[in-house]
């Protein structure tokens, strides 16, 4: 696939409590027969609280917003002693979590960093105050991934691993997202059309692109229904897309703009077709256009509306 390890943050409750007690939170994943042997098998680390900020740390509107490390031992508000107290607490309870010595802590979530600047100062502060003032044998630093992966490699450890899916998942024992590939079957069917239909105006597109008599007019009004079609489909792949876990009006978003990019292809490629079969058979392009223009009326959104009230049943 073109890289040696991922990450992730959704493991189902049992199995991670269970990875938790045997500081198997990293492992390697084989998920294929064992005849294929390393062959096969990538490097899995799972988050341990998620992707975001841990607690105590999360400096964003969106989020807690808790108070920044302040040292100024003049102030009273210097808490720089109580932070760097609160961040090996986690540290400690981490590293029971995990084997080797590095831990990879992460700093942000999604849509934050609105207050970029507050963010890194106090990201360079946590850095600078705990790396001069603790006697713990603890080192922060600036780091990716790739870094992580490479420390805890040098290290020569030797790694479980793990032969099945990760599947189903469960946050707790009431909540399991099962209906991942089970809810909103028109959604998911009308991703399976517009996929069908984005295969076959590609070859139609490509061929009024080739051909001599089109005029640069033709060839970029093609275009640009062709794109109009990839970019929703793209936007459709979305892990809260297809798999029906977004809110309703969003999802109801998503079915009308590619019910609409579906219909919008599909006149380009019909009227193609028609100036096609009447230059093939002469004939006129009344009984031609019957057979190919759908049954439904000419209008941009009616089959957006027809599909938008299906989804929510």
């Known amino acids: 696939m073109g890289f040696d390890s991922w990450f992730f943050a959704r493991l189902e409750y049992e199995d991670k409590n269970t990875r938790v007690h045997d500081q198997s939170m990293n492992f390697l994943w084989r998920p294929f027969s064992e005849h294929f042997g390393k062959e096969k098998q990538i490097f899995t680390s799972t988050m341990r609280d998620h992707y975001c900020w841990i607690g105590g740390f999360t400096y964003d509107e969106r989020f807690d917003n808790d108070d920044p490390m302040v040292d100024d031992k003049t102030s ?15 540290v400690s309870d981490m590293e029971q979590d995990y084997r080797g010595n590095h831990m990879l802590i992460p700093f942000g979530c999604d849509f934050t960093f609105a207050n970029a600047r507050l963010n890194f100062e106090q990201m360079d502060l946590i850095i600078k105050y705990i790396n001069k003032h603790n006697d713990q044998n603890v080192t922060l630093l600036y ?47 009308q991703v399976r059309d517009g996929q069908a239909q984005l295969h076959t105006t590609n070859q139609i597109y490509s061929m009024v692109a080739l051909n001599q008599s ?9 275009l640009a229904k062709k794109d109009e079609l990839m970019d929703i489909m793209g936007v459709y ?58 049954p439904s009326p000419k209008q941009p959104d009616s089959t957006a509306r027809a599909v938008d009230s299906l989804i929510q049943q």
Do not use: C
Not at 76 to 90: I, L, R
Not at 269 to 292: K, N, P
């Open 76 to 90: 009273d508000v210097d808490n720089a002693d109580q932070k760097m107290g609160q961040f090996f607490q986690y």
């Open 143 to 189: 780091s990716t991934p790739q870094e992580y992966i490479d420390a805890l490699h040098s290290q020569n450890i030797t790694w479980p691993t793990k032969y099945d899916d990760m599947f189903p998942y469960g946050d707790n024992p009431y909540d399991y997202w099962s209906g991942y590939y089970s809810s909103r079957m028109l959604a998911k069917q």
């Open 214 to 222: 089109s005029s640069d007019e033709d060839i970029q009004a093609v």
């Open 237 to 294: 792949q979305h892990h809260d897309a297809i798999s029906g876990t977004a809110k309703q009006q969003v999802a109801d978003n998503y079915v009308y703009h590619l019910a609409k990019a579906i219909e919008d292809n599909f006149h380009i490629y019909a009227d193609y077709l028609l100036s096609e079969m009447q230059r093939v058979t002469g004939l006129s392009s009344s009984g031609l256009q019957t057979a190919i223009m759908p």
